[in-house]
C-alpha cells in the first residue's frame, strides 16, 4: 500500500512530474500532518455498547445503547533511504521523535487514511520494533482514538434569598468551621429500643416455674406459670 491513491496507468513520480494538482489526483495518507514513506495498514474499528442489566428471573435486558470513540490503527514505514532522507543517517529517529513529541502535546490531530477522515484523534500507543534488518528503517504502529470534546457552559444562580427552596437549590456556601459535639447516650441503646418498641430500662426478667401436669394424664409434660405449654418432653 502506497502513501496515496493516484489513477491507474500513471505511477506517483510520473504524476507528480506532470505538476497534475495534489489534491485532485493524489490523495495523501497523512497521520496528524505527517506523511509516511509507505503505510502498511489500516485497520478500522467502529463499536457501539449495549448496556445489560440482570434481573432476578430471566435473561438479562438492555435498555439503552451508545456509539464508542472511533479508533484506528496505523502501520507506516520510513527509510533513510528513501529521498525524503536526503542522506540523513538519522532520518528515521528524527521521525520517531517527532511523533513522540506529538504524542505527549495531548492535543487532538486530524488523520486522513484511504478510507476515511478522521478529526480529533489522539495517539493513544506507539508501538516500534527494531532488529537486524530495520536498524536503518522504521516500522511503527500508530494505535489512535476519538476524543470527544465538550463545551461547558457557566450558568449564575440566582441569590438564596430569592429562592422558594434555597436548602435543596442553594448552591455551597462556606458556614465556617464546624465541631464534633460529644455524644449524650448510648446511640446503640437507643435504636434498640426504638426498633423493638421498648425502652432497655424498662424490661425485666420473670422466671418461669414449671407446674406438674395434673395426676394421670400419663404426660410428663409441664405447664408454666403463664398457660403457654411446655415442651420438656
Do not use: W
Amino acid at each position: 500500500m502506497s502513501g496515496g491513491v493516484f489513477p491507474s496507468g500513471a505511477s506517483i513520480l510520473a504524476g507528480q512530474a506532470l505538476g497534475l494538482i495534489q489534491q485532485i489526483f493524489f490523495r495523501t495518507r497523512s497521520i496528524g500532518g505527517f506523511v509516511a514513506n509507505v503505510t502498511l495498514e489500516e485497520r478500522h474499528m467502529d463499536e457501539i455498547r449495549i448496556t445489560d442489566h440482570p434481573v432476578e428471573r430471566g435473561s438479562m435486558i438492555s435498555d439503552h445503547a451508545f456509539k464508542m470513540p472511533e479508533r484506528v490503527t496505523i502501520r507506516v514505514g520510513y527509510s533513510n533511504s528513501t529521498l525524503e532522507a536526503f542522506g540523513n543517517p538519522n532520518y528515521v529517529n528524527e521521525v520517531y521523535a517527532q511523533f513522540l513529541a506529538m504524542q505527549a502535546s495531548l492535543e487532538p490531530i486530524t488523520i486522513l487514511t484511504g478510507k476515511r477522515l478522521y478529526q480529533n484523534m489522539m495517539i493513544e500507543r506507539l508501538a516500534v520494533v527494531t532488529d537486524e534488518k530495520t536498524e536503518n528503517a522504521l516500522l511503527m504502529t500508530c494505535d489512535c482514538r476519538e476524543v470527544q470534546i465538550v463545551d461547558t457552559v457557566t450558568v449564575n444562580q440566582a441569590p438564596a434569598q430569592d429562592q422558594t427552596n434555597p436548602e435543596s437549590t442553594a448552591g455551597i456556601s462556606n458556614n465556617g468551621s464546624a465541631s464534633v459535639l460529644p455524644a449524650t447516650g448510648s446511640t446503640l441503646s437507643s435504636s434498640a429500643g426504638g426498633f423493638l418498641g421498648y425502652q432497655p430500662s424498662a424490661v425485666s426478667i420473670v422466671p418461669i416455674q414449671p407446674t406438674p401436669a395434673p395426676t394421670g394424664s400419663g404426660s410428663s409434660s409441664f405447664v408454666n406459670t403463664i398457660g403457654i405449654p411446655g415442651g420438656l418432653g
